[in-house]
């Protein structure tokens, strides 16, 4: 039984199959232009409208469709809350719903932050995480949110039990990217330009319930820019403050629920410092880097979930 999964994220377009132990996934990161700090929401949908079917045709090619589809899945919303929306998410649910239809097979909505969950389980080799509950990151470009997630049917439900109060730690970590002149988005950059800083101290964010700010942090990156401090210290400074801030959210959140398994999704945990952090500190568990980034994987592993209930 094989699943196809499509993820239409704000900066990523996504597609994967699932036969219940392999997946492929293919993605294609948006077109930012240079300069700019990301897209208004109409070009992102545009853009997810012209990469869908270059996305499932690369799927063709791989041969990952050949074995016909059982079910079709796809993010439809940011988060399984009330209000939560964003229209790009509406051309992978478009799709979704017209391929489901003509294949008469079973159409499941779910939203990216599941996705994410699920794919970092999967290819941290822990699926049987999401069948209990457990403690988890959604660290990506919009979202900094600490997570108490428990199952609900074959999906999971997460709820916010922290993170951020302003700002997300990925649009920290891209806003100083661009402001250095990288490339958006400039995680990765921005992560390789701190690997040459020495022991780097970040700024001293307050953590409170669980929940910091971060905006503060912004306002001291352009001060530092603006004085000429070293790019090198600039970037060190942006992760030993990002990774701090987290650290000390989790280990306050492993005190509430002590003995509940830490899983760290999104693509900015897979920054190199953060996840030394958290893997020294709170042993906590990480997808592997590519299905860390925005992907479809954990889409159609829900699907293949739902199909077994």
Known sequence: MTTLGLDTSNYTTSAAVFDGEEGTNVGKLLEVR??????????????HVKALPERLEELRRQGALSGGLAAVAASTRPRAVEGSYMPCFRAGESLGRSIAAVL???????????????????????MELLDAPFL????????????????????????????????SAGQLIDR??????????????????SRTSEAPKGFPVKVRDMEFSLSGVENQVKAMAEKGTDPVEIAGFVF??????????????????????????????????????LTEFCQGIFAQGKYSADNAMGVAILAHRMMGV
């Open 136 to 167: 988890a990151w959604h660290l990506s470009g919009g979202t900094t949110e600490l997570l108490h997630v428990e199952p609900e049917g074959a999906n999971v439900k997460a709820r916010r039990i922290g993170g951020t109060t302003d700002i």
């Open 240 to 277: 030993a403050t990002v990774s701090d801030a987290v650290r000390l959210a989790t280990t306050e959140a492993q005190d509430r629920s002590p003995g509940l398994p830490l899983l760290c999704s999104g693509g900015v945990a897979s920054n190199r410092r953060l996840r030394y952090v």
């Open 34 to 47: 240079p300069g700019e700090r990301g897209l208004r929401q109409s070009d992102a949908l545009f853009q």
């Open 176 to 193: 100083t990217g661009v402001l250095l002149g990288l490339a958006f988005p400039a995680g990765r950059a921005l992560d390789e330009l």
């Open 104 to 126: 008469e097979a079973p159409f499941f909505a779910v939203s990216h932050q599941q996705g994410h969950l699920a794919a970092a389980a999967w290819s941290a080799g822990r």
